[in-house]
């Protein structure tokens, strides 16, 4: 399917160069009673499918428009999170190694990149105010938040458009955390 993807871009591009790619699709799945899922009751299958959308998928973008990326000196930034770099109360295990994994890629990326002028940088959103964000997961991860709020969207589309932009020109190998302090 992918491929297939890719193909059809490719044909909506027209032969032009691309100046950036978001690599911002994910998946966290959760236990029937809407548990976090571990290393110990994650199936094999859980595993693969969330690997395959949150890791392979960005490398296979990116491998698919390395040419209109280059074309445009372009950049690439993957969306991590916050569930990466520590145990989440939420975010399970699969989710939580594979969004790991596309921190320790988007670096290897930025290396191999480079010399063909393509930046590639990482974002980790922690808590953001979306439709997935619930009442009661805001309710419980706001007093763990310096700033005791949660982010917005906007907040977030703010940082992708600087590390697409001009302005992070010299910027390539990081991972910018938003998430309100929640890291520290």
Known sequence: MLPRTIAQIKQRLAGASLH??????????KAQNGARLTSLTTS???????????????ILLAQGFFG??????????????????RVHPFAGSAYA?????????????????????????AIAPGEIKTGMLSPETEARVVPNI??????????????????????????TGS????????HL
Not at 44 to 58: D, G, K, Q, R, Y
Request: proline fraction near 6%; charge should be negative; glycine fraction near 6%.
């Open 146 to 171: 310096p700033l005791s709020r949660v982010g917005t969207p906007e907040e977030v589309a703010k940082v992708l458009f600087f590390l697409c932009s001009d302005a992070a020109s010299y910027i």
């Open 20 to 29: 950036a790619l978001i690599n911002n699709a994910g998946v966290s799945p």
């Open 44 to 58: 094999i299958e859980t595993w693969m499918s969330v690997f395959h959308l949150n890791l392979l998928a960005p």
């Open 68 to 85: 209109e990326l280059k074309a445009a000196s372009g950049s690439i930034v993957n969306v991590t999170s916050i569930a990466g770099s």
């Open 97 to 121: 190694t594979s969004k790991a994994a596309l921190a320790c890629l988007t670096r290897e990326m930025a290396h191999d990149y480079a010399p063909h002028g393509i930046r590639v940088n």
């Open 175 to 182: 991972e910018v955390p938003i998430n309100g302090g929640q």
